[in-house]
């Protein structure tokens, strides 16, 4: 593979792009520090293919990286690999609008074919191709130059080993037959829906048990001021005030700034400063969340009980059972809410749906429905269904 020095020019930039985007996938990964700002310094790219990689220099006086951007977002015949790309993603989204398309990422191609759930990239690449990576860079601070040659190189391994490892995953998945798994998967990470940062809908990030209206209604108003402050300081929204504060104001409001002093969360200057007057004129100008905007209630049947709750061990027990049978991550066929949802009585789930009510969801239902049970045969755990065991004893 020919590794190129950093590319610190638009022209030589460009060039790496037309000859990447002849191929059939492009490995991407980004170093970034987000410590300090509202939104990501994207400070190194790194892209490559099973011919060529390179490290990309976007802090480089006069660089344009347009002829990037647009093979990521714009050229549908390149698929984009990345591992545990969510953050690349939402780079790329903040300078573009749009997200790279099509998508592949190993970490989550991993939960198809073997029981890891989330898979670092350091036990990707020992599992796949027997290395250890040298760690030492890893909380490097990325913004500085000049980068040393040992950075440089810890990061273009990112790209080389993905690039290497990819076609490696994707040859398991077309062997297993469950490339198709992974479709609606890799649409949910490309969606450019995850990444808009849009005032009106930052309360949805923020846990908030309560369902009246009128809390609610001044999370909204708080979460929205929060990002506002946040921008236009160009600092993380933590800074500002953290999440766990930001609820408990919008549950309990206090009467007068003073009493902001006595949040937990806040310090005493908050009492007169020009950001606590900010806050408070937010508080008072707050308005009920509309109830279009109102959480829906989470599915449920019946109340669980103690009856339902030993259904739903159960239902986690025969899913730990599957996912070892066929060396899938459990997360792939469902998540404990849905089992929970299952055995109270809601019969509208993902897991009951295509490949997933083949693989999973039947003989979850048919669980749920006593047509399934539990023994053991040389010391294993297995399922039998009650049908089939009746069938065999007759015989």
């Known amino acids: 593979m020919n590794i190129h020095p950093l590319i610190t020019d638009t022209e030589t930039l460009a060039a790496l ?3 990447l985007a002849k191929g059939d996938f492009v490995a991407v990964d980004t170093e970034f520090m987000r410590e300090n700002t509202f939104y990501p310094l994207l400070c190194l790219v790194q892209v490559g293919n099973e011919h060529e990689a390179a490290a990309i220099d976007p802090l480089a006086k006069g660089i344009d990286l347009k002829p990037l951007l647009d093979l990521l977002t714009d050229n549908e015949d390149v698929l984009k690999v990345f591992h545990a790309g969510g953050q690349d993603v939402e780079i790329v989204y903040n300078l573009t609008g749009k997200t790279p398309h099509p998508i592949f990422d190993t970490q989550v191609a991993m939960m198809a074919v073997s ?3 989330q898979i670092g990239y350091a036990n990707l690449v ?3 191709l027997g290395k250890t990576i040298d760690k ?7 913004s500085r130059r000049p980068l040393s040659e040992r950075q440089i190189e810890y990061a273009i391994g990112d790209v080389t080993y993905l690039a290497t490892i990819f076609p490696k995953l ?9 490339g198709q798994w992974l479709d609606a998967e890799m649409e949910r990470l490309a969606d450019p829906s995850n990444y808009a940062n849009d005032i009106d809908t930052a309360w949805h990030r923020i846990r908030a048990p309560s369902r009246n209206a009128v809390v609610l209604g001044r999370l909204k108003a708080l979460a929205a001021w929060r990002e506002v402050e946040a921008q236009g300081k160009d600092i ?3 800074r500002i005030m953290r999440d766990e504060t930001l609820a408990d104001l919008a549950s309990q409001p206090p009467k007068t700034q003073e009493d902001l002093a006595k949040v937990r969360g806040l310090s005493q200057a908050w009492r007169d400063n020009e950001i606590g007057r900010r806050l408070m004129a937010v508080l008072r100008d707050a308005t009920d969340l509309p109830r279009d905007e109102m959480p829906e209630k989470p599915p449920r049947g019946a ?4 009856e339902g709750a030993l259904v739903a061990d159960l239902l986690k027990l025969l899913l730990k059972i599957r996912a070892r049978e066929i060396d899938v991550a459990a997360r792939l066929l469902t998540r404990s809410d849905e089992l929970e949802a299952l055995a109270a009585g809601v019969r509208k789930l993902p897991m009951l749906e295509g490949w997933r009510f083949e693989t999973f969801g039947r003989d979850a239902l048919d669980l749920v429905e006593g047509k399934l049970a539990f023994a053991v045969e040389n010391g294993h755990l297995k399922m039998t269904h009650i049908d089939d065991a009746a069938r065999a004893s007759e015989e």
């Open 17 to 19: 792009c037309d000859r």
């Open 115 to 117: 029981q890891s759930e």
């Open 126 to 128: 020992e599992n796949w």
């Open 136 to 142: 030492g860079a890893r909380f490097t601070d990325w």
């Open 170 to 178: 994707l040859k398991k998945l077309i062997k297993t037959g469950r």
């Open 236 to 238: 993380p929204r933590g």
């Open 303 to 306: 109340p669980l009980g103690k």
